[in-house]
């Protein structure tokens, strides 16, 4: 740092901005994983909790899953930036301990940060002969910390006699050095123009490439491999710790409760499936937290059908916690056709794929009737769905595309009455692949919200570029990977769907009433009765342990449900026995885009042929593991391993 006098001199700079961490405050290799474990220890010692009460490590790893919800959010909404004090009012409200106490945990984060770091005396010196010299400096830094807190710490660490103009971060300003978007109101705060402003600090992209993008001096002075090393190190151990306390805390539990393994004939019950959607409520309900703290006030749109049962079971976890005023809830009428016309009349580069891949792409008079909402067949004859498009694009279906523009302008109506007044807007669907979401975004509807679902899978491969705002809540993998347990719902994804899938018809178009309302097909007579009545006889169960989980004190105590559960679910779904098989075999799933055909999940012939064919058939039905019982009823364990290591190679191909 010797040369930095010299540096600022020869670029005609009259303002130094320094960044806080691992620059002017050095951290010790101390891995976030195990100052939050300090953190949450250090937490439940001043609140006087036994690990009876609230389990440290289980109260560390849900803050670190607040954290990580929070910046998924944020960088969804590309603008603002993740709070401390947001952060810590989610865990609280999470484990039921009043928010009033959000400055205590901030304090014991202040305390271990206190611990694990250590001033750059180099540099610290080099700063003070500029400051010597009338030089300004200012430290400006990305982190959820406010302002005053990054002072404390500065003033804690740094030796007595070092002093700075002003302290800048981006929890305060709602504007980071990712995006340079801080630097611009460093400037203005300063009254210096950007050239003559140099930055110093660590980090390639924004400490380095984003200064030089604003055109100012940047200066990086990166930590060295060895300080990496220690620290990825570190994190492995803290992890592994974790993991060992949490399994000992789930042993003891068990042995307590006598609880033994489940069979799979209980498959489905509370205790397998409710664990597992109590999981997503309580996610959903962070990231929904984490959006309006950070763009404001903010929507969730439940999209029909297996968005109502999804609703449904969020307002029973939302209901046992403290309401919401900047958070709403509202079914969204909406499918797959709704969101294709949507994208077919405003424009979406991958309408033509994404229709081929629903319908026949030779044969374009189901597509017709489908997007039309009506009878009508076209007037010409067209070769393939490409041409039919071009056909309706360039005017010479005029009927038809009449029809597809009046049902598009319908539902922008409809979308419009839901978002008005919202600045962030949440789409919650049943996942895997977000093709509504991806059609919506393509015709620049949805293009500034977010999408949340269960898993994310690519399972399409027709472009993943509505992935970075498309966050799949309990896995996110191209595919089920054998030792990621909860990833297994990707080999059998139709069971959960059908879990939340109410007795109603898909939306295929909207019809005014002499209101001047607008109201689809699925909302029949009697509609929302239905959502209380669910196909599914477990769903009743599922919403019931839902409420009692909400209510729960102890992280520990859903953690270690949630993972048993997705245990138990990977065993049911990968190598489930015939009575399991037998009393799913009737499970259907709707093909929707305004057809009604139903596919088996088991595939109706998988028992028919010679071993190959049988063989083929039940690798590609909807549940590989539950077909391979029914086309081989004495060797289906050997054929389901064989499945799962076809699983285990593609995971290391990937």
């Known amino acids: 740092m010797k040369y930095l006098p010299e540096t600022l001199e020869q670029a005609h700079c009259s303002l130094l901005t320094v960044d806080a961490f691992d620059t002017l405050l050095l951290r010790k290799p101390i891995s976030l994983e195990q100052r939050v474990v300090k953190t949450a220890r250090l937490f439940c010692e001043r ?5 009876a009460e609230l389990a440290p490590h289980a109260l560390a790893q849900r803050r670190l899953q607040v954290e990580q919800l929070a910046h998924r959010a944020r960088n969804v909404a590309a603008r603002g930036e993740v709070r401390l004090e947001s952060i810590a009012a989610s865990l609280l409200e999470l484990v039921h ?76 300003l709602q504007l980071t050095k990712r995006d340079g978007t801080i630097f611009a109101a460093v400037a203005d705060a300063a009254d210096v123009a950007l050239s003559s402003i140099a930055h110093l600090g660590d980090d390639l992209v924004a400490d380095w490439l984003m200064p030089r993008q604003c055109g100012m001096t940047a200066i990086r002075c990166p930590r060295s491999r060895l300080h990496a090393t220690l620290m990825r190190a570190n994190r492995v151990f803290a992890r592994g710790q974790s993991r060992w306390q949490h399994w000992r805390r789930q042993r003891q539990q068990q042995h307590a409760a006598g609880n ?25 309900h962070v990231y929904l937290q984490q959006t309006a703290a950070i763009e404001g006030s903010a929507v969730a749109l439940f999209c029909a059908r297996g968005g109502l049962g999804l ?30 016309r949507d994208a077919l009349v405003y424009g979406g580069a991958g309408i033509v794929a994404e229709l081929e891949y629903a319908f026949d792409p030779w044969d374009v008079g189901p597509l017709a009737r489908a997007l039309s909402g009506t009878e009508m067949a076209p007037e010409g004859n067209y070769a393939d769905v490409r041409a039919f498009v071009e056909a309706l694009r360039a005017g010479r279906e005029d009927r038809l595309y009449e029809q597809i523009v009046e049902q598009a302008r319908r539902f922008r109506e409809v979308w419009h009455a839901h978002t008005v007044g919202r600045q962030a807007v949440v789409l919650c669907d049943t996942g895997l692949y977000g093709t509504t979401f991806k059609m919506l975004r393509q015709s620049a509807l949805a293009h500034e919200s977010h999408c949340v679902q269960l898993a994310r899978f690519d399972y399409k491969h027709l472009g993943r570029e509505h992935f970075p705002a498309l966050t799949g809540l309990l896995t996110e993998r191209n595919g089920y990977k054998p030792g990621d347990a909860i990833s297994s719902i990707l080999a059998f994804w139709h069971l959960i769907e059908t879990i ?62 949630f993972e048993q559960a997705a245990r138990r679910l990977e065993r049911d779904i990968m190598f489930p026995d015939r009575e399991l098989v037998n009393r799913l075999a009737g499970l259907e799933c709707s093909v929707d885009y305004g057809r009604d055909e139903r596919i088996s999940i088991t595939a109706r012939n998988c028992d028919r042929g010679n071993v ?16 391979a019982v029914r086309a081989f009823p004495h060797a289906h364990r050997l054929v389901q391993k064989t499945f799962r290591f076809g699983y285990t190679v593609k995971s290391w191909i990937r």
């Open 612 to 627: 190959w064919n049988r063989l083929r058939a039940a690798k590609h039905s909807l549940w590989p593991g539950g077909a």
């Open 97 to 172: 301990i009043d928010t009033a106490y959000v400055p205590e945990w901030i304090a014991c984060e202040l305390a271990v940060e206190r611990e694990c770091l250590l001033p750059n005396r180099p540099l610290i010196r080099v700063l003070e002969q500029l400051q010597a010299r009338g030089f300004p400096i200012r430290v400006v830094s990305d982190t959820p910390l406010s302002a005053d807190a990054l002072r404390q710490l500065l003033i804690a660490v740094c030796p007595p006699g070092f002093r700075w103009h002003e302290v800048h971060t981006s929890a305060d």
């Open 500 to 561: 939340v899938e109410p007795d109603l018809e898909s939306v295929r178009r909207f019809d005014r009433r002499p209101d001047g309302t607008l109201v689809s097909n699925l909302e029949s007579e009697g509609w929302q009765q239905k959502l209380t009545q669910m196909p599914n006889p477990r769903f009743e169960e599922i919403a019931q342990y839902i409420v009692r989980s909400a209510k729960q004190r102890t992280a520990d105590a859903s953690l270690g449900a």
């Open 260 to 284: 033994r393994p489940g069979t799979a004939a209980g498959m489905l019950g509370p205790d397998v499936l409710g664990p597992v959607f109590a999981e997503y409520c309580l996610r959903l």
């Open 311 to 340: 609703e449904t079971l969020y307002q029973c976890y939302a209901g046992q916690l403290p309401a919401r005023a900047d958070i709403r809830a509202e079914p969204l009428m909406i499918s797959r056709l709704v969101a294709a």
């Open 47 to 51: 609140l006087d909790l036994s690990p």
